[in-house]
């Protein structure tokens, strides 16, 4: 009888957290699906949600802001618990985020984050290091430069800018422009945004080639434009990797395979994997923990054929691709 009694009770304890966790309902406003980065940001967060037992409500916005602003509204009105934001460009969102606050849900700022984040309210907020990101891109490649034994020429660059307007392609080409200052043999002969996409990178590579006499390097704001392009160098019978340098940014795998094969020199890591983050603040926020109003960076790396090339101002220095791809998350 004590026996059943110690089940049932156990059953009741497991049921009603299970009820209690179940309870939460968590909304992401995500930008799209242009990248491989997106794609992989998309089934961290939400399948961690849907893991803990959370209810999750969806939105993906096709890149569109006006998509966002209606999902966000679409949230307020279902009553939802949390709000998972990133938004596709950094300004216009004062408005409907200062209606998130009014309605009183908690809102967590990922990835991109808006440019109106100190006039609103947040709870927690976790981003990348765009501008930083950008810079690396440049010192790797300067190093990289340095290490050919081609300081002394001059050298034409590239850019693939990411969508016009966010974060992200604002930040990275503001740390790609600090660090070449001090390179001026590295000379950008010109910049145009790809989107963040394969698709929407290569016409515009192909322009560039056609419009250039020479190409020696190519800075992508994401690792997908970059491979979009390597193809449209190959198909320009130019070989990708050597004929011209190509450094991009997010480091998932397909990235990789890209610099396995000697096609691509570098990337420059921008995690996605948030749902570590997230998972953790939702619960420690329902404990009633607070958290300083801050945008946190996630440690990030840079990977390379050899490993070895300095690409920080701190002094970091790349990894070999070949000994991590095993483990790579995305
Ligand atoms: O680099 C790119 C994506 O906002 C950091 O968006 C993100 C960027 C990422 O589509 O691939």
Redesign the pocket.
């Known amino acids: 009888m004590k026996k059943l009694l110690t089940i049932v009770l156990a059953l009741m304890l497991v049921l009603g957290m299970t009820v209690n966790a179940s309870a939460l309902t968590v909304a992401f406003s995500q930008i799209g699906q242009?990248?491989d980065?997106?794609t992989a940001n998309t089934d961290d967060v939400c399948g961690a949600v849907e893991a803990e037992g959370w209810t999750l409500v969806y939105d993906d916005a096709q890149q569109k802001q006006e998509n966002q602003v209606k999902a966000l509204r679409n949230f307020i009105s279902q009553g939802v618990d949390y709000i998972l934001f990133?938004g596709v460009v950094s300004s216009g969102w004062d408005e409907v985020l200062k209606e998130v606050n009014e309605a009183e849900i908690p809102l967590i700022l990922l990835?991109?984050i808006p440019d109106c984040a100190d006039q609103i309210d947040y709870v927690a907020a976790f981003g990348?290091d765009f501008v930083e990101e950008g810079r690396r891109m440049a010192y790797w490649t300067a190093n990289y430069v340095e290490k050919l034994g081609r300081s002394a020429e001059e050298l034409n660059v590239v850019i693939l800018e990411?969508t016009t307007g966010?974060d992200?392609a604002i930040g990275r080409a503001k740390g790609i422009a600090e660090v070449l200052e001090d390179y001026p043999n590295l000379k950008v002969v010109a910049s145009q945004t790809g989107n963040?996409s394969r698709a929407e990178a290569q016409p515009v590579m192909e322009s560039f080639l056609k419009s250039l006499d020479k190409i020696d390097v190519l800075l992508a704001?994401?690792d997908?434009m970059a491979l979009g392009a390597i193809e449209i160098i190959k198909n320009a019978g130019l070989v990708p990797g050597k004929d011209i340098i190509i450094v991009g940014?997010?480091a998932p795998k397909t990235a990789f395979d890209a610099i396995l094969a000697g096609e691509m020199n570098a990337t420059i890591e921008?995690t996605p994997l948030y749902s570590r983050f997230v998972v953790q603040t939702i619960k420690e926020l329902e404990e009633g923990k607070e958290f300083d109003k801050t945008v946190i960076h996630p440690e990030e790396g840079c990977f390379d054929a050899e490993g070895g090339i300095v690409y920080s101002a701190d002094g970091r220095v790349s990894e070999k691709a070949a000994d991590v791809i095993a483990d790579r998350k995305y």
């Open positions: 242009e990248s980065w997106r990133t990835d991109r990348g990411g966010s992200a963040f704001h994401n997908d940014c997010d921008c």
